[in-house]
């Protein structure tokens, strides 16, 4: 049973923007944390962001200021926003869901290719 799915990849070009969506099944978004990880070719998967304790957010270093992570309840769905983007910002991208530091669920993956 798919339990989290991406869509919004895509190709685009540097300095563009794309908005990626995750709806997740009404479970897992009232008792998970959700978050945004990503994985380059060639990389290990890393930490894009995520929503912590009482509604704050984490960002990788990379990111900050041109990412945003929000949520629509009433949708089960969670955004990440991107904006300036970069061509090392190429990888798959993927939605979780965790319970603290472990991710008990991940989506299939949505590409984002950043090229001119």
């Known amino acids: 049973q798919v339990q989290l799915v991406e869509s919004g990849g895509g190709l685009v070009q540097p300095g563009g923007s794309l908005r990626l969506s995750c709806v997740a099944s009404?479970?897992?978004?009232?008792?998970?944390?959700m978050g945004w990880y990503r994985q380059a070719p060639g990389k290990q998967r890393e930490l894009v962001a995520r929503?912590?304790?009482?509604?704050?957010?984490n960002y990788a270093d990379s990111v900050k200021g041109r990412f945003t992570v929000s949520r629509d309840n009433a949708k089960n769905t969670v955004y990440l926003q991107m904006t300036s983007l970069k061509p090392e910002g190429t990888a798959v991208y993927y939605c979780?869901?965790?319970?603290?530091?472990?991710?008990?669920?991940w989506g299939q993956g949505t590409k984002v290719t950043v090229s001119s």
């Open positions: 929503f912590a304790g009482s509604g704050s957010t």
């Open positions: 009404r479970t897992i978004f009232s008792i998970y944390t």
């Open positions: 979780s869901a965790a319970i603290g530091a472990v991710t008990a669920f």
